[in-house]
């Protein structure tokens, strides 16, 4: 009940915040599917034999979710330990988002296009596949972000006044450990909630 009430009061205090992420990573999710409606030549038909493979179960199932699981943990805990870094840096605020961009181009431009090339078959696998773990990718990276851009203009603010940012920077790390844990749980989603579904899909 405290860090429900801790978590509303935060986004509360952050609302501006979230929603300038918000706006950025939609603005990035927007690009990135139309940029998938204009994709064409070998990298098109290349992305299209992909998904063919993926329909006939070329993939892997979610009883070998444990074969994707570690890479899946490390590109994600790779991005909070960016976002973690460059909350350090008094030019951190751009660099983050930037990176919030990139993550709704690549989501946007995967939805578009297998929605593009599959139609309503295309949306559900996308539905399916991709969006279960998004739901923990997304929602945490906005948030990350937001901790990172705050403790950027932190940093700033405490080499000008001169303050102590030790005790800061603890809390800055220890949120950050905690990040790492829920997208240890988005992983799991990922390697072998998403698989079963889409396996269950197609059979």
């Known amino acids: 009940m405290k860090a429900r009430h801790l978590m509303k009061e935060h986004v509360r205090k952050n609302i501006w915040q979230y929603l300038l992420i918000s706006i950025i990573f939609g ?5 990135g599917e139309v940029n998938a409606g204009n994709l064409q030549g070998g990298t098109r038909s290349h992305l299209v034999e992909m998904v063919d493979s993926f329909l006939k179960g070329g993939v892997v ?14 590109n994600q805990a790779r991005l909070i330990v960016l976002i973690w870094f460059l909350g350090m ?17 690549s989501l946007g431009f995967t939805f578009g ?21 998004n739901i923990i990718y997304v929602l945490f990276t906005i948030a990350w972000a937001v901790v ?21 920077l603890a809390t800055y790390t220890v949120t950050m450990l905690v990040f790492l844990v829920v997208f240890f749980f988005g992983a799991l989603v990922e390697s072998f909630l998403s698989p079963w579904l889409v396996e269950m899909f197609i059979k």
């Open 148 to 168: 990172g851009l705050n403790f950027s203009v932190y940093i700033a603010k405490g080499r000008f006044a001169g303050a102590s940012l030790g005790q800061g």
């Open 61 to 74: 199932t979610y009883q070998e979710g444990y074969r994707i699981f570690i890479p899946a943990f490390l």
């Open 89 to 105: 840096t008094v030019i951190g605020v751009p660099l983050i988002l930037a990176i919030v961009f990139i993550k709704g181009f």
């Open 113 to 133: 296009f297998l929605v593009k090339e599959k139609a309503l078959l295309g949306f559900m696998l996308a539905m399916l596949s991709v969006f279960p773990q």
């Open 27 to 31: 603005l990035g999710f927007v690009l």
